[in-house]
């Protein structure tokens, strides 16, 4: 069934377009093309072997960056549809959101932007972009993947302003106080639906969690209630599994409608006035937002600062701080690309590359690279 935009989605006859002029395509739309340079990226083929939550090697059923974008992707486009919003845009945002992580998730990352302090920090956000952008060397007639404006706006979830001063146009957002389009904004909450609940599924099949402690959360304990009333002798791995079905499927409604309610509210008659709200439209009500925060904050704790989470964090930072060190202090240790930009220059033009290179990363290349820099 095809429904018709309305008349504030984002239409790419509107869109601030390309940054290199191309030639449209014959049978794909622009955002749809978006997607598919995405999905051809090696930044999209990278995510399968980066961290989500679990180091890719502690086991293969845990999500890694890969099935985290696919999951984002897959609540986001129901939402966009839902709301007959721009569903391919949506969908490349997502896909992309988390195409410029470190390896080892967020101990990478912290790491990286503390080895970078001195030289204008890391932000994963702006690498995304940056990957997009600067980074993808694919194309004969320009660097990046000349993605659509409004791709780019996705991408660039936050942004520091010192770097939004730099960025001119995706950045102009964060100094006017703007909004980005509606489609932008489910990819972002799209992103917090899908790891609130994977993570909860991750953590339990690693006995990291387990049911007793879950209840404890409002949202599980409610979707525990309602499916154990239904199935009382489900065993534990489908019950954990039901229960997550029926979460996202609570928070993914909760969205649609208290969006609508939003937008029925501001009356948006184009993605201007989306723009100019002074508040996003895309939200999940009060209530669900607290439990959604709840969870997230009891995830922070029992599960992302778990000891035995804690020790493989020691471990990254000492291997992310080492290949920091070395390379900067020895650029010839780089492949011969990064190698030949780092020569002759120093200080934050130096650890740019450096930054650069480590941030590109699988999990088991900067454990390989480690092995060989101390061998
Ligand atoms: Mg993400």
Do not use: W
Not at 71 to 83: D, I, M, Y
Not at 224 to 244: A, G, K, N, S
Not at 268 to 287: C, F, G, H, K, Q
């Amino acid at each position: 069934m095809f429904a018709a935009l309305v008349p504030y989605a984002a239409f790419e006859s509107h869109s601030r377009g390309r940054k290199h002029d191309e030639p449209s395509s014959k049978y794909r739309g622009e955002y749809q093309r978006d997607r598919d340079r995405i999905i051809h990226s090696t930044g999209f083929r990278r995510l399968v072997y980066k961290t989500q939550v679990f180091i890719n090697h502690e086991g293969d059923l845990y999500r890694t960056r890969l099935t985290h974008s696919l999951e984002v992707s897959q609540v986001g486009r129901t939402v966009a549809a839902a709301l007959q919003l721009n569903e391919a845009l949506t969908e490349a945002i997502c896909l992309a959101h988390d195409i410029g992580h470190t390896p080892f998730g967020h101990a990478g990352q912290d790491t990286l932007n503390v080895c970078m302090h001195d030289f204008g920090g890391f932000e994963h956000n702006l690498q995304s972009l940056r990957v997009v952008d600067v980074l993808e060397a694919k194309y004969a007639d320009f660097v990046g993947l000349n993605l659509m404006f409004e791709t780019r706006e996705g991408i660039l979830k936050h942004c520091s302003v010192r770097n939004a001063r730099e960025l001119g146009d995706v950045g102009e957002r964060f100094l006017n106080n703007k909004q980005p389009s509606l489609e932008a904004q489910i990819a972002n909450i799209a992103d917090a639906i899908a790891y609130n609940n994977h993570d909860v599924d991750d953590g339990f099949r690693a006995g990291l969690l387990s049911i007793p402690q879950l209840r404890t959360q409002s949202l599980f304990s409610t979707h525990f209630d309602i499916v154990h009333e239904r199935y009382p002798e489900l065993e534990d791995r489908r019950l954990i599994y039901e229960i997550i079905r029926s979460m996202i499927g609570a928070m993914v409604g909760d969205l649609i409608e208290e969006s609508c309610r939003r937008i029925d509210a501001a009356a948006p008659s184009s993605i201007e006035d989306v723009r100019n709200a002074t508040y996003p439209l895309i939200s999940m009500s009060d209530l669900m937002y607290e439990q959604h925060v709840s969870l997230k904050r009891f995830l922070r704790k029992h599960l992302y600062s778990h000891e035995q989470k804690l020790e493989m964090t020691s471990k990254v930072q000492d291997m992310i701080d080492g290949l920091f060190t070395a390379y900067m202090s020895d650029e010839t240790k780089m492949p011969a690309q990064f190698a030949s930009a780092a020569r002759n220059v120093e200080g934050a033009v130096r650890a740019r590359v450096v930054a650069d290179f480590i941030a590109g990363m699988t999990d088991r290349y900067a454990i390989a690279a480690h092995e060989a820099l101390m061998a």
